[in-house]
């Protein structure tokens, strides 16, 4: 009988597939918590139909809107292959600079069918601060929700899983591109990396999907277990609610993904990451006597019935533990840097 180490490894199911229709979505979204892939919800776009005839012609497009600035771009190491991530001692195996896109765009062209390119990736770009137009012609419609917009573009990437706390809706304009998601509990069996020096602002698993060593990362084959994947072509859209890890491909040597982030919580809430590093500088070292009481006043104040952990205090007296509003949270924030840095 073979090892846990040397098991058979689990086939990833596909994300389900639903069929929803443009003005459909905003109600299908309410309330979503998980994914699921839309063929076709952006074929329309100008940018996709460009993108159908050539990547050169969708480079072309883009240019025509592009606004007169610089361009924040990640360029890998000449033959190191398609994964973005850490190289030695943990420094990051690509460098980031600023140009021109028509420049990007002419050392994207120069590179294609070279066997030792380097991969060259532009992300989150904000849409509406660096194109004129783009967001008119090209967009998906969510509602009331006022999304954050970006545009991702580059060769062929690998990108490791890693969460994001915002809902996403990731629409393929241009290429091809494999997500391979896992449920927010898998956290522990994909050995996430530095919480605070990430490629990309966010952690990102150790594990390289593509071969896993498993006799480093033993309990990934749990992850596995629990994996769903799907494969977008132009004009696919694919829904990652809030806190799903996803590990991102794209496939083509020419590639462009528009994603839309937004919360169901006010923006003036703050976020979650923060108050984890917090805890970590003013709790995690502490006698475990003492942890296990913060422990508990996290469950009372933060994780349990907050109108109970108040209710002996008269409403509008409560402080910090009344509900907040963007003014009460503005005053914890205004606390909190002034806390932060005596």
């Known amino acids: 009988m073979a090892d846990a180490a040397h098991a058979p490894l689990a086939t990833p199911r596909p994300v389900v597939e639903e069929q929803v229709e443009t003005g459909e979505l905003d109600s299908r979204l309410a309330g979503a918590r998980t994914p ?46 398609d994964r973005l991530f850490y190289g030695e001692a943990m420094a990051m195996n690509f460098r980031t600079g600023r140009a021109d896109l028509a420049e990007i765009f002419a050392g994207i062209a120069a590179n294609e069918g070279r066997r030792d390119a380097p991969a060259i990736y532009l992300s989150s770009i904000d849409v509406k601060d660096y194109f004129d137009g783009l967001h008119e012609a090209n967009h998906v419609d969510l509602g009331t929700r006022e999304p954050i917009e970006s545009i991702w573009i580059g060769t062929r990437t690998r990108i490791a899983a890693h969460n994001d706390f915002p809902h996403n809706l990731a629409c393929c304009a241009v290429g091809r591109r494999r997500f391979t998601l896992f449920p927010p509990d898998q956290f522990a069996n994909l050995y996430v990396g530095p919480l605070d020096h990430t490629p990309a602002g966010r952690p990102v698993s150790m594990v390289d999907l593509r071969n896993p060593d498993f006799d480093n990362y033993p309990r990934f084959r749990e992850a596995l277990a629990t994996a769903q994947v799907a494969e977008l072509g132009p004009g696919d859209a694919i829904f990652i609610p809030s806190m799903w890890w996803h590990h991102v491909e794209a496939l083509e040597p020419f590639n462009v993904l528009v994603n839309y982030w937004w919360r169901d919580t006010p923006r003036y809430l703050a976020q979650p990451q923060d108050a984890l590093n917090h805890a970590l500088l003013a709790i995690r070292d502490l006698p475990e006597e003492e942890k296990e009481l913060w422990r508990q006043m996290f469950e009372h104040y933060v994780f349990g019935d907050a109108a109970a952990a108040a209710a002996h205090l008269a409403a509008g007296s409560r402080g910090i533990l009344d509900p907040l509003d963007a003014e009460s949270a503005g005053r914890i924030r205004a606390n909190l840097l002034r806390s932060l840095s005596r």
């Not at 919800?41 to 050169?56: E, M, Y």
């Open 36 to 81: 699921f892939v839309v063929r076709g919800l952006i074929a329309d776009w100008p940018l996709v139909k460009a993108g159908l005839d050539s990547g050169a012609a969708a480079r072309a497009y883009l240019l025509e809107q592009r606004r007169d600035r610089a361009f924040t771009v990640n360029i890998g190491e000449p033959g190191a292959g």
